[in-house]
T-cell receptor, first 113, second 112 residues
Framework: EAQVTQNPRYLITVTGKKLTVTCSQN?????MSWYRQDPGLGLRQIYY???????DKGDVPEGYKVSRKEKRNFPLILESPSPNQTSLYFC????????????FGSGTRLTVV | AQSVTQPDIHITVSEGASLELRCNYS??????LFWYVQSPGQGLQLLLK??????LVQGIKGFEAEFKRSQSSFNLRKPSVHWSDAAEYFC??????????FGTGTSLTVIP
């Protein structure tokens, strides 16, 4: 089944403790992206990648890192999480020929206390 | 700068009634426009998209949307809603460099 898989689905952590949210897609998509969803703000793009080793900032990149060493994986790294990063996070992927028809993962609900 | 506005935060319709969700965008060139649906606890599913050509686009689940350049709008419609259509709906516009902008969403409640 074609899908984007995020792990974990739920995560509670403490301020300052580094964490990684994994994202993997099995559709051979070039494009991958991370979003955060907050009430009243919709979805905001954190980082995106147009191919292996090619990444760029979205609208809200502060406090986040990403890497794209393999085509299928696009992990989101929070080096020192803070409470304002408590949010619902989505990973998404897309083909080059259908650039903006993103397929989304099921989401990761992160709580930073 | 690119942006998307969904003026209605929440809409309630009766099952079987027609539906129209509004979306206005701001974009300097020909926009790439999308509607997504998010069911509770789920990720986003693409309903339909507009790149060019026919301004009335058909999507999945019986939805359609019409692109009106003069009004900078891309409203989503469905002739007869079903209880299973209750969800959050997001309009989005494609930007440069693969940036992608979502509206704040419209929550749809369907009453029997």
């Amino acid at each position: 089944e074609a899908q984007v898989t995020q792990n974990p689905r739920y995560l509670i952590t403490v301020t300052g403790k580094k964490l990684t949210v994994t994202c993997s897609q099995n559709m051979n998509h070039e494009y991958m992206s991370w979003y955060r969803q907050d009430p009243g703000l919709g979805l905001r793009q954190i980082y995106y990648s147009m191919n292996v080793e090619v990444t760029d900032k979205g609208d809200v990149p502060e406090g986040y890192k990403v890497s794209r060493k393999e085509k299928r994986n696009f992990p989101l790294i929070l080096e020192s999480p803070s409470p304002n990063q408590t949010s619902l996070y989505f990973c998404a992927s897309s083909t080059r020929g259908d650039t903006y028809g993103y397929t989304f993962g099921s989401g990761t609900r992160l709580t930073v206390v | 700068a690119q942006s998307v506005t969904q003026p209605d935060i929440h809409i309630t319709v009766s099952e079987g009634a027609s539906l129209e969700l509004r979306c206005n965008y701001s974009y300097g060139a020909t926009p790439y426009l999308f509607w997504y649906v998010q069911s509770p606890g789920q990720g986003l599913q693409l309903l339909l998209k507009y790149f060019s050509g026919d301004t009335l686009v058909q999507g999945i689940k019986g939805f359609e949307a019409e692109f009106k350049r003069s009004q900078s709008s891309f409203n989503l419609r469905k002739p007869s809603v079903h209880w299973s259509d209750a969800a959050e709906y997001f309009c989005a516009v494609g930007g440069t460099g693969n940036q992608f902008y979502f509206g704040t969403g419209t929550s749809l409640t369907v009453i029997p």
